[in-house]
């Protein structure tokens, strides 16, 4: 397989942040310890919150977050339909039922509060706002509506660690009773595996803490010190521990954050001037929108689904240009396809509308450039009335 001239994502540590890890690798103490627990605490202060606790996913994050919740078998969870899977099945972990929610529409990939509230039963416990490429969800008022129904809000926060709404001093992730990050792979802030679960409540920090170590009493750290000698298990608990090697990775790419998410803004912006230009495609959001947001991703809707396939196809074989899809709707894939009938028009539109084209901070302008010339070039060919011309693919 030839590798793509421009990745949907690529990642580039610094010699600092690889020597990092090597003197973790190096220090004799590989399991969660010092390292963590000091990432956490440059976590939380990044986040202005109280409580930082490092796991190994989003998706343990977002599972201690809704046990945190008290979400248990029987409940319900209102999750939006454009997220990735992990929203809704760690609501499923509790051995509750998620129930998907439709989102705004082509300029506002987040939930949309008025369709929540449609959806708020006696069974419900929580509601979970996905900031969807780093761009707020109506967080404050999912809050307030929230607080007046008496159910958690839990924020999915794995594209967002330094986002805030528009207009708002406060980060991403704060927000609800918690906010849950992702440091996978391709994510804003990334070590290969990792997650974190930010909360300003004592009691939900004190469960995370627990649960993610098996709910044990003391930790091989603790042992190790001789700050104690046994320990007992007080409930069921997982593990879902962080390693020294990626929490030192992270704590040492923590600085470039902002710089990164600059970058990333810097060419957001410089997208949504070239596609401004490009007839049969849109971009979500506003310039305004970018300025508080993470970009984590280049979301794109079509106006005809139905070109996206060989469109993509032209951009890869011809141009060498990876895309992908964020995302599926969740109550459209097999597993989840039998929880209800119902329909979600903007969701479903979405799902088969929307394109994520490559971003990430060393994107260079070049490949920037291909990447605009690769869709318009496809969309004109692909545009109606022009039907029959992918049958001669050029060579390139
Ligand atoms: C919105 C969202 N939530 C949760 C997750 C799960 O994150 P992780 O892979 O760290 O478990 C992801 C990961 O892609 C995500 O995009």
Redesign the pocket.
């Known amino acids: 397989m030839t590798e793509p001239r421009v990745p949907l994502f690529d990642v580039r540590l610094s010699e600092e942040e690889i020597s990092a890890v090597a003197q973790t690798l190096r220090s004799g103490w590989l399991t969660m310890g010092p390292r963590t627990s000091s990432f956490e605490d440059d976590f939380a202060e990044h986040l202005g919150v109280r409580h930082a606790v490092a796991v190994s ?4 994050a ?1 599972h201690l977050a809704y046990l945190a919740a008290g979400v248990g078998p029987g409940d319900e969870v209102i999750v939006p339909a454009i ?2 899977v ?2 809704a099945s760690a609501a499923r972990y509790c051995g509750a039922q998620p129930v998907m929610a439709d989102v705004v529409g082509d300029a506002d990939l987040g939930v949309d509060p008025a369709d929540v509230e449609a959806r708020i039963g006696p069974r419900t416990k929580a509601v979970c706002a ?1 900031h ?1 490429g780093g761009y707020a969800a109506a967080v404050e008022e999912l809050r307030a509506l929230c607080d007046e129904r008496g159910l958690a809000l839990i924020e ?1 926060a ?2 967002s660690p330094s986002a805030r709404p528009r207009g708002s001093d406060r980060k991403l992730g704060t927000y609800g009773l918690a906010g ?1 990050f ?3 792979s ?2 804003v802030l990334s070590c290969g ?3 974190l679960l930010a909360t300003g409540d004592d009691d939900v920090a004190a469960l995370a803490r627990s649960r993610r170590s098996h709910a044990m009493t003391s930790s091989t750290w603790d042992r190790h010190r001789g700050h104690a000698a046994g320990y007992d298990v007080v409930d069921l608990g997982f593990n879902y521990r962080m390693d020294e090697p990626r929490a030192a990775l992270l704590a040492a790419r923590l600085g470039g954050l902002e710089a990164d998410i600059e970058s990333r803004r810097r060419l957001t912006l410089r997208y949504r001037r070239l596609l401004s230009e490009v007839p049969g495609v849109s971009t979500p959001y506003t310039d305004a929108d970018v300025d508080t947001s993470s970009c984590y991703v280049m979301a794109v809707m079509l106006d005809e689904g139905s070109v996206r396939e060989p469109l993509r196809r032209i951009m890869s074989e011809r141009h060498g240009v990876q895309t992908s899809v ?1 995302y599926p709707a969740v109550h459209e894939f097999t597993a989840y396809a039998s929880d209800s009938d119902e329909r979600l028009p903007c969701s479903e539109a979405i799902a088969r509308r929307q394109l994520t084209l490559p971003l990430y901070p060393h994107l260079s302008d070049d490949g920037q450039d291909a990447v605009i010339t690769s869709l318009a070039e496809g969309l004109a060919e692909l545009a109606p009335g022009t039907e029959g011309t992918l049958a001669a693919p050029r060579a390139r």
């Open positions: 996913s989003c998706t343990a977002l997220t990735f992990a929203s996905v969807y999915d794995a594209h849950c992702s440091f996978f391709n994510k595996e990792g997650g964020l």
